[in-house]
């Protein structure tokens, strides 16, 4: 009897003790998957923009939105640029706002990718972060570089050198 008794006592002590090692690694996993999502959702935040995965679906856009009246805007950045990683913070709510307006369209362009890589040498892109403002199939502003106050100008909607809008009714 005695013998039972301790043997029952031993088992709930495993029991519990296979509760609070199954709680414990439940509570990490949980904690390396959020962290996980978190470093997903910083690395790759200009992939929340619309992309393209070749450059034959950048010309279908193209005609899409130039179809539509937009103007298109070609963001071009590389995730090993460190500029690209400094100015991720200031661009991208920018972007996603041009995005969001009416009468414009943004597009973003890996060119750590060798098939965008000829692409942006074709454009005259020879730096990143750049970006390519197009109407109808004409090119109406490039820029690469890192002055936040053109930038700010251009994801406006604003041509930084005649303060003109490239789109009709722009939202400041």
């Not at 301790?6 to 002590?13: G, Q």
Request: proline fraction near 3%; charge should be positive.
């Amino acid at each position: 009897m005695n013998f039972l008794s301790k043997n029952k006592m031993f088992l709930k002590t495993i029991f519990k003790s296979k509760k609070i090692i199954f709680l414990v690694n439940f509570v990490l996993m949980l904690i390396l998957i959020i962290l996980g999502f978190i470093l997903y959702l910083h690395f790759n935040s200009y992939k929340i923009l619309p992309t393209v995965d070749n450059v034959v679906e950048i010309k279908q856009k193209e005609n899409v939105a130039f179809a539509k009246g937009e103007v298109i805007y070609e963001f071009v950045y590389r995730p090993t640029c460190k500029d690209c990683q400094n100015m991720k913070s200031f661009l991208v709510p920018k972007l996603k706002r041009l995005n969001n307006q009416k009468n414009s369209k943004v597009i973003t362009l890996n060119v750590d990718n060798s098939k965008f890589g000829v692409w942006a040498q074709k454009q005259g892109l020879t730096h990143t972060p750049s970006i390519i403002v197009k109407d109808k199939n004409h090119i109406l502003y490039r820029y690469q570089g890192l002055n936040k106050h053109e930038w700010q100008q251009l994801l406006s909607g604003l041509n930084p050198k005649d303060k003109k809008s490239f789109i009709g009714d722009v939202d400041s």
